[in-house]
């Protein structure tokens, strides 16, 4: 059994920041890309910022140079730093990760945490 379980959601105002984290656990072989993702209100789930083992990231033109993805590859969990936080960033925050178990490789989701920007 895997779990992502995040934490560090909340309501902040414009211009204020926020940090997601996220644990992995469970009968874990090796985890490779993980990222964040999300999703608000009557639209599409969106990719926020995803990092590879190796450190390689990628971010949504909307958040480059607000938000800094980073990961912990001793402890399994990946953080988002979000800086500069707008009202267009209210959403539900989901982490994914592609995670190898013992039938083979696989994406996990996380059950979401919701940040609130106010205006």
């Known amino acids: 059994q895997v779990q992502l379980v995040e934490s560090g959601g909340g309501l902040v105002q414009a211009g204020g920041s926020l940090t997601l984290s996220c644990a992995a656990s469970?009968?874990?072989?090796?985890?490779?890309?993980m990222g964040w993702y999300r999703q608000a209100p009557g639209k599409q789930r969106e990719l926020v910022a995803t990092i590879t083992s190796g450190g390689n990231t990628n971010y949504a033109d909307s958040v480059k140079g607000r938000f800094t993805i980073s990961r912990d590859n001793a402890k399994n969990t990946v953080n988002l730093q979000m800086n500069s936080l707008k009202p267009e960033d209210t959403a539900v925050y989901y982490c994914n990760a592609n995670i190898r178990i013992l039938i083979g490789q696989r994406p996990f989701w996380g059950q979401g945490t919701q940040v609130t920007v106010s205006s």
């Open positions: 469970g009968s874990i072989f090796s985890i490779n890309a």
